[in-house]
């Protein structure tokens, strides 16, 4: 990046500041695009050591992260969280605080530095409209093991939760020991039925599946980088509307 130049993004009838240049200015392999900022990234594994990709952060909060943790790796596109697995990290679930930026020569997390500023806005944004609506947009899903049988909990509170749910429902062998939050194996019992009945609806706890919890699409729910039909649906409907 050219020195005095900020990091820019045509937008509408002129050019829009993603981040000033002393915020990325000693940030690694900082790129510009014209939608997007590319930073160098990584993640540590103790078994596996240090996981390099780059990471592209756009002005709609998507944030993708093409891996680079050997020649080979044919890994792109990847969610934090999908990229904080991929790299073997022992203590996932963590991606804000897992995934580091090199600062001035240092591993710094993502969470302290400046990329978030749009990931966090769009969050911000999505779960206000749906406050603002009185309405609960997602309950807690269930999905069953392939190996056991057993039926084990998901959590869609956030963007990630979200995004690990949709992942193991496109998972035809997705099993206990996939499980994104709980540290579980079949051996683990199934919860009760009694506690399964309880979705995290706030209408009624033990709601089957109304329109007021059960969200048919959504940006928390719903990822530009998938290409499964329903997100590609989805993106597409969301385009022709704007």
């Known amino acids: 990046m050219a020195n005095g130049a900020v990091v820019e993004r045509e937008s509408g009838g002129g050019s829009a500041a993603l981040f000033r240049e002393e ?6 392999g900082v790129k510009s695009g014209e939608e997007f900022v590319e930073v160098t990234c990584g993640c540590t594994s103790h078994r596996y050591g240090d996981a390099v990709g780059r990471l592209r952060v ?4 998507d944030l ?4 680079e943790c050997t020649p080979g790796c044919q890994e ?6 999908a990229f904080e697995k991929h790299s073997g990290r022992e203590t996932a679930r963590k991606w804000k605080n897992n995934v580091w930026i090199m600062v001035n020569g240092e591993k710094v997390p993502l969470a302290k530095t400046v990329l978030l500023k749009y990931y966090n806005q769009a ?4 779960n206000g409209s749906h406050k ?3 309405k609960v947009c997602h309950r807690d899903e269930f999905i069953r093991c392939t190996k056991c049988n057993k039926e084990r909990r998901f959590r869609l509170r956030s963007k990630e939760e979200c995004r690990e749910h949709h992942d ?3 998972d035809v062998n997705w099993d206990c020991s996939d499980h994104p939050y709980d540290r579980i194996t079949c051996d683990n019992d199934e919860e009760r039925a009694s506690r399964r009945l309880y979705r995290g609806c706030s209408r009624s706890p033990t709601c089957k599946g109304c329109t007021s919890c059960v969200c048919f699409g959504c940006e928390i729910c719903r990822f530009t980088d998938c290409s499964c039909q329903t997100c590609r649906d989805f993106t597409s409907n969301a385009r022709a509307q704007v």
Do not use: H, Q
């Open 168 to 170: 193991a429902l496109l």
């Open 123 to 126: 969050s911000k944004n999505a």
């Open 132 to 134: 603002s609506s009185g």
């Open 23 to 28: 915020e990325l200015r000693e940030m690694s």
């Open 58 to 61: 756009f002005l709609n909060g």
């Open 64 to 67: 993708e992260i093409a891996c």
């Open 76 to 81: 792109d596109k990847l969610t934090p969280a």
